[in-house]
Nanobody
Framework: QVQLVESGGGLVQAGGSLRLSCVVS????????MGWFRQSPGKERKFVAA????????YYADSVKGRFTISRDNAKNTVYLQMNNLKPEDTAVYYC???????WGQGIQVTVSS
């Protein structure tokens, strides 16, 4: 059974930073691309960032380019999302995902105060 468990969310002031982590079990982690998505109240879930199985290729939504960095540690079965210069509009529940597959974490709240 595939499990994805996020951690690292919380409340931060605008301009601050947070790092999200997602530990994956139940699959050969290094064989899968990974992604992060987010969902704000009343809105649809949106793509944030993704990377390939090795981490050499990364992709970002325009809204987070230059502020967020996705990375992975295949030895730890973990994908990260480093979020810098956070803005109030980044407030959302963040989900990690086996990219291209219907496997999701439980979601973690990130709140950015102005």
């Amino acid at each position: 059974q595939v499990q994805l468990v996020e951690s690292g969310g919380g409340l931060v002031q605008a301009g601050g930073s947070l790092r999200l982590s997602c530990v994956v079990s139940g699959r050969t982690f290094s064989s899968y691309p990974m992604g992060w998505f987010r969902q704000s109240p009343g809105k649809e879930r949106k793509f944030v960032a993704a990377l390939n199985y090795s981490g050499n290729n990364t992709y970002y939504a325009d809204s987070v380019k230059g502020r967020f960095t996705i990375s992975r540690d295949n030895a730890k079965n973990t994908v990260y999302l480093q979020m810098n210069n956070l803005k109030p509009e980044d407030t959302a529940v963040y989900y990690c995902n086996l990219y291209g597959y219907d496997y999701w974490g439980q979601g973690i709240q990130v709140t950015v105060s102005s």
